[in-house]
């Protein structure tokens, strides 16, 4: 039977947007640990009730230190949380957005042409419609949950403001999650890659492959880019301390003479770290152990 046909529509789970609220939420809380308070009005009852959830799930509590205002503080269990989240989302950036602008006519990726591009030639391919998002589709390759994969979209595009005034109110009444859902639900999906299970699956590790090559690729030259940065300033700062010694010495010497500055040749041998990154390079149904814990399940 084909995965269309098993597939049923993406809903919350259990305290799911009560828990992706609550990380957002421990995010803001280690900017500004005095931000929460400990009560609301009834105008701000959502708010006063996530944190209530939050403290009767062990996420924060209570901290009474002396001479300071009570407050909300994390708790080892919302640190945990908060840190697997973190995680993910580092890994969202890097190994998961690439897959938002892919051709599925010519195999291509958009983000193959970005270090050649200007800013300017850069957003005019990536509005071309001929990319397509897959990002659900190898979410659902790798059994990772679609619904956080949009979710951490929507914090990375801006789409959840959290400078905002009261954003907490915004993500708690429901059309985000609506929205959220919709995307899960009416996005491309990796059985649709094939006229069957058989070329989908082998066609989305196709993708897959050539994605995390262009992602390798991308690194390698952010990389080689920061050793060039590193080397150069190396260069300068021993330039300025062989002047500076030079002009110390004429100073000194009260004979004329030619000053003979010798730059060092600084030769540095360049180390890939790249090389060995991560399994999400060579296995196109890894994924880290960060992902094996739904986040929900952390209780």
Request: hydrophobic residues 40%; charged residues 25%.
């Amino acid at each position: 039977m084909r995965e269309r046909e098993l597939r049923q529509a993406y809903v919350l789970k259990e305290n799911q947007m009560e828990t992706l609220t609550a990380v957002v939420i421990l995010d803001s809380l280690t900017k500004n640990p005095q931000k929460y308070q400990l009560s609301y009005p009834p105008e701000m009852q959502r708010l006063d009730n996530i944190l209530t959830w939050m403290y009767t799930s062990d996420l924060i509590r209570i901290d009474k230190q002396a001479g300071n205002t009570p407050c909300y503080a994390f708790t080892e269990k919302g640190q945990t949380l908060l840190d697997n989240f973190r995680q993910k989302f580092k890994e969202f950036i890097e190994f998961f957005d690439v897959f938002c602008l892919f051709d599925i006519s010519s195999l291509e990726f958009a983000f193959a042409s970005y270090d050649a591009l200007n800013v300017e030639d850069w957003h005019e391919l990536k509005s071309q419609e001929r990319f397509k998002d897959l990002r659900i589709a190898v979410a659902e390759f790798k059994n990772i949950d679609p619904i956080e994969i949009v979710f951490m979209n929507f914090l990375n595009s801006g789409r959840i403001d959290t400078e905002s005034e009261l954003w907490e109110l915004s993500l708690l009444d429901g059309s985000y999650w609506t929205e959220i859902l919709e995307i899960c639900n009416t996005a491309f999906h990796w059985y649709e890659l094939g006229n069957n299970d058989v070329e989908a699956r082998a066609n989305t590790e196709f993708m897959i492959n050539k994605g995390n090559e262009v992602v390798r690729q991308l690194l390698l030259n952010e990389e080689a880019r920061a050793q060039q940065t590193a080397l150069q300033e190396k260069i300068e700062a021993n330039r300025l301390t062989q002047q500076a010694q030079a002009n110390t010495t004429t100073t000194q010497n009260t004979q004329s003479y030619e000053t003979v500055v010798v730059e060092e040749v600084i030769e540095e041998r360049v180390v890939s770290s790249v090389e060995y990154y991560d399994p999400y390079f060579y296995d196109p149904y890894y994924v880290s152990p960060c992902w094996a814990v739904p986040l929900i399940v952390i209780w």
